[in-house]
Nanobody, 128 residues
Framework: QVQLVESGGGLVQAGGSLRLSCAASGRTFSSYAMGWFRQAPGKEREFVAA????????VYADSVKGRFTITRDNAKNTVYLQMNSLKPEDTAVYYC?????????????????????WGQGTQVTVSS
């Protein structure tokens, strides 16, 4: 069982930056692939970014490519999402997710159903 706690959300002006953090419980964090998803009001949850358990492979949604960066620190059991050049359309609740049982160290899941554990979410609001 893994518990995920996101932090770092808030209100920022367009063009600004935020860094989200997701702290995971447990001693096997390095065996999990990690992902970030978001859900805007009235919309379905969508993929944002994912990172393999090794950290060697990252995948991004086209809408955030070049602006967002996902990283992980296995010593701190934490995954980060650095968000730069934020736009109003980035406004959403951002969720951290973990996928266990990853024998492939370089696989970064992009579909929500591939993930086993979810955080409670953190609100990001970008004003124009």
């Amino acid at each position: 069982q893994v518990q995920l706690v996101e932090s770092g959300g808030g209100l920022v002006q367009a063009g600004g930056s935020l860094r989200l953090s997701c702290a995971a419980s447990g001693r096997t964090f390095s065996s999990y692939a990690m992902g970030w998803f978001r859900q805007a009001p009235g919309k379905e949850r969508e993929f944002v970014a994912a990172i393999s358990r090794s950290g060697g492979n990252t995948v991004y949604a086209d809408s955030v490519k070049g602006r967002f960066t996902i990283t992980r620190d296995n010593a701190k059991n934490t995954v980060y999402l650095q968000m730069n050049s934020l736009k109003p359309e980035d406004t959403a609740v951002y969720y951290c997710a973990a996928r266990g049982r990853m024998s492939n160290t370089n696989y970064a899941p992009v579909r929500s159903y591939e993930y086993d554990y979810w955080g409670q979410g953190t609100q990001v609001t970008v004003s124009s």
